[in-house]
């Protein structure tokens, strides 16, 4: 197992220093000290930790609590605080980030290897617990849960950043047809392959989920993607699938989605796919759940009418 990684963030040289020989001796690693909140979210951002030892107090325009916030909201990397002395408003501050633990400086090295030893073991039970509340248990995608909620996110970020997404939706063709010929087991197993197609041609910042039962299909959520123009998604799915469904006539994946151009007064409800069209041929339902009459009669009077009697 390899040894957790560990960010220093400790305005001080001589003190980070310190920590660093500490973090080896009990066989951490360190990749990076950062010595300001902004470095401490760009390091961050780039490697990754598996932990954050974190300085309340620092220096300049970023302090420990803000940095701590923005990593863990942004990353969702466990943080612990080194405090040697904060006042209260700065401790309710602190508080309310919801840190994995604090070290009180000075600080001897078994309280500092047993601190980190269980905020490493929350953040793993954590995220092992959250995955199961998100993830669907057949394919290992995202559930409709995770979707809602990792899509939502995604969709303010684009909004606040005036940035693109672009929403596809995959239907798994005659799904119902290999279950009720075949078995549910060869129709679990083409859910299966579809999906591990998918998370092999999305990128991995991506939100794909299944959306339904059996006979629902995946959804796919691109942040970042140019406006108006989900081409390249749409055809690069095509494109993984055809190998997949040439092998056989009876399934079929068939992709429709939208994108759309994100702005802060614009509304996040979801819109239909410009690619959808009704069903032909179906009576179209009213609220009430039976066929609109009138309209049935009138789109076949042409042909059915009878002739008026003289």
Known sequence: MAPAQILVVEDENIVARDIERNLHVLGYEVPAIAASGEDAIDKAVAIHPDLVLMDIRLRGRIDGVSAAQEIGGRLAIPVVYLTSYADDETLHRAKLTEPFGYIVKPFEK?????????????????????????????????????????????????????????????????????NDTFGHREGDHALITTAKILRQTFRESDVIARLGGAQRGRGAFRPDADLFDRGPDDQRGRSALRPQTEQTEAVTAT????????????????????????????????????????????????????????
Do not use: W
């Open 255 to 310: 992709p429709s989605g939208a994108s759309r151009k994100t702005r802060g007064s614009a509304s996040s409800r979801p819109r239909r796919p410009p690619s959808y069209r009704p069903a032909a041929g179906r009576p179209r339902r009213t609220r009430a759940g039976r066929p609109d009459r009138a309209r049935t009669r009138r789109s076949g009077s042409s042909s059915s009418a009878r002739p008026r009697s003289a």
């Open 110 to 178: 078994k309280d500092l290897h047993a601190t980190i030893e269980m905020a490493l073991y929350r953040h793993q039970t954590q995220m092992t617990l959250r995955s199961l509340a998100l993830a669907d248990e057949l394919t290992g995608l995202y559930n409709r849960r995770g979707f809602l909620t990792l899509a939502d996110q995604h969709l303010k970020f684009a909004r606040r950043a005036t940035r693109g997404c672009s929403l596809l939706f995959i239907d798994v063709d005659r799904l119902k047809q290999i």
